[in-house]
């Protein structure tokens, strides 16, 4: 999960910032540290050539330098980190190679579920895509709050019940990523990880069709049980049922889940407690 590593265009945009932005900042501390160790070796108590001036109390040419300095440095991050986000908004096309590839994301807890409504398949914990083509992710949560985020392929964005958030990806290079939640979510969050595999536009289509043969169907009564909370180690996939399934999660025509509970003995409240409001 290597940030400076970037498999995709927004990933590339992102670590550019990110680099960017550290020279600029670099800029204006690397000259302040050597300029304090410089004063402090310079204003030494043995040094005789230095000038002793304890009534000194206020300089136009000292202003004008500890000011605009600082004042050009926030400029100029504040113009490349608007720029740079507005550039990448998350529902801006990423054009690519073939047709694009529709993915619906529900966050669990505390699993994700991946949901192909044109292919009518799913996975759990694991996200299969074709290396070249404009990936659109329309992602929600069954309960609380959550986080997507690939870091080699860029832009985390929230996922919250009763609402959709859009975001669009590209992965250039065929191998195996990782991506993972980044908003804690409960005791399960530390398992809420996922692997992306990036495979060849040809084994893309082979790929939905052996999953398609899954003995395992996903509809309400089968979704309903997959969103109890849990950690589940395996990597499920799903027959599809109803392609409209991720749109009855969004519009919580689904009841949502009641949220993270705890699972640790030591985290459960102790019996016999008092309200303390």
């Known amino acids: 999960m290597n940030l400076l590593d970037p498999q995709g265009p927004v990933a590339a945009a992102n670590s550019t910032i990110l680099v960017d932005s550290v020279f600029i900042m670099l800029v204006i501390v ?24 304890p009534d000194f109390v206020y300089s136009g040419r000292v202003e004008m ?31 690519g190679t073939g047709s694009p590839v529709r993915i619906q994301a529900v966050s669990l807890d505390w699993k994700w579920l991946f949901i192909y409504p044109d292919q009518r398949i799913a996975t759990v914990n694991t996200l299969t895509v074709p290396a070249g083509a404009e990936l659109n992710f329309q ?25 959709v958030t859009k975001l669009n990806l590209r992965a250039d290079n065929e191998g195996k990523l990782q ?25 893309f289509p082979d790929w939905v069709a052996t999953t398609a ?29 109803d392609p409209r399934l991720f749109d009855l999660i969004a519009t919580q025509h689904i009841p949502p889940g009641p949220g993270p509970e705890l699972i640790s003995d030591a985290g ?10």
């Open 213 to 241: 043969r899954s003995d395992a169907v996903l509809n309400e009564e089968s979704y309903k049980k997959l969103m109890q909370q849990g950690i589940e180690k395996g990597r499920p996939t799903y027959r599809l049922e």
């Open 65 to 95: 330098v500890v000011w605009s300095i600082p004042a050009l440095t926030v400029i100029l991050l504040g113009g490349v980190a608007w720029i740079g986000s507005h550039q990448l908004d998350p529902a801006v096309p990423v054009p």
């Open 30 to 53: 690397v000259p302040t540290i050597v300029a304090i160790l410089a004063f402090a070796f310079w204003f030494r108590a043995s040094n005789t050539k230095a000038r002793y001036q």
């Open 139 to 163: 992602l929600t949560s069954s309960s609380v709050m959550n986080t997507f985020f690939i870091p080699q392929l860029g832009s985390m964005i929230y996922t919250m019940n009763g609402m």
């Open 268 to 277: 459960r409240p102790h019996s016999g407690g008092h309200d303390a409001r």
């Open 179 to 203: 991506g993972l939640s980044a908003h804690f979510s409960g005791d399960g969050f530390p398992d809420m990880m996922f692997d992306v595999n990036v495979v060849s536009p040809l084994a």
